[in-house]
Nanobody, 127 residues
């Protein structure tokens, strides 16, 4: 099994930037499609971004696209989320997720498609 640990969250002013990391252990992530989700208080967990295990295919939540960039470094067994131009509505706990994939360009965009999750990292954007 793969274990995931997020880091990089914190308090940032609106318009600022953060880079989240998700370090994997236990297995190499090179055969896992991966994604970022977030959950704000009182709301359901929502899709943020996803990336295929090759790193060549990405998907973003429509309202977020252009401000956030998902990337991965399979050699470092790490997933990243670069967040720019942050808004107060980006405040949430951010989770990374992994799911083994038979196809190098497959991406998954719903929580139920993922078997492995990190514990989350809090991102708070002050206005």
């Amino acid at each position: 099994q793969v274990q995931l640990v997020e880091s990089g969250g914190g308090l940032v002013q609106a318009g600022g930037s953060l880079r989240l990391s998700c370090a994997a252990s236990g297995r190499t992530i090179s055969s896992y499609a991966m994604g970022w989700f977030r959950q704000a208080p009182g709301k359901e967990r929502e899709f943020v971004a996803a990336i295929s295990w090759s790193g060549h295919t990405t998907r973003y939540q429509h309202s977020i696209e252009g401000r956030l960039t998902i990337s991965r470094d399979n050699a470092k067994n790490t997933l990243y989320l670069q967040m720019n131009s942050l808004k107060s509505e980006d405040t949430a706990v951010y989770y990374c997720a992994a799911e083994i994939s038979d196809f190098r360009e497959m991406v998954f965009v719903t929580p139920r498609e993922y078997d492995y999750w990190g514990q989350g990292t809090q991102v708070t954007v002050s206005s």
